[in-house]
């Protein structure tokens, strides 16, 4: 619904409160000043949860879709609960990736902590009138 949209925030119409729309916005800024997606954190964050049967995501074109193949793609092959390892990389993009996936992580582990006052946190779909 747009509350983790990249550089450009909730839409207005955004059922959040004002205090987690805040704390998006920080979250955007955090990651804008480390040059890191929070698109691409929470995906590749929800892809790697075990207790997760399914992930979906809001896409609006082609061009997202296939962003987040690639992002699935980076997910299976840096977990270390799945089946390819980070060291099954070819060498010549093992520390590449081995520094995004550490960059990755730190990030994640501060958004979470951002966000941890609104873990379990929901709305009413529809809004009561």
């Known amino acids: 619904m747009g509350l ?3 550089h450009r925030g909730p839409p207005d119409w955004h059922p959040a409160n004002e205090a987690l729309r805040n704390t998006a916005r920080l979250a955007d800024a955090y990651c804008q000043t480390h040059q ?3 698109a691409e954190i929470a995906t590749k ?3 790697n949860q075990s207790v997760f049967d399914c992930t979906i995501l809001g896409i609006s074109s082609a061009a997202e879709i296939e962003q987040a193949v690639k992002w699935l793609h980076e997910a299976l092959s ?3 609960s799945l089946a390819v390892s980070p060291a099954a990389l070819p060498a010549d993009r093992k520390e590449d990736t081995m520094m995004k996936v550490a960059a990755l ?3 994640t582990q501060h958004l979470l902590e951002l966000f941890r006052p609104f873990q379990n946190y929901s709305w009413a779909s529809p809004p009561p009138e």
Do not use: G, I, K
Request: aromatic letters at 6%; a negative charge; glycine letters at 0%.
């Open 4 to 6: 983790l949209r990249p």
């Open 36 to 38: 890191l997606d929070m």
């Open 45 to 47: 964050f929800s892809l």
């Open 78 to 80: 840096t977990s270390p």
């Open 105 to 107: 992580n730190e990030a």
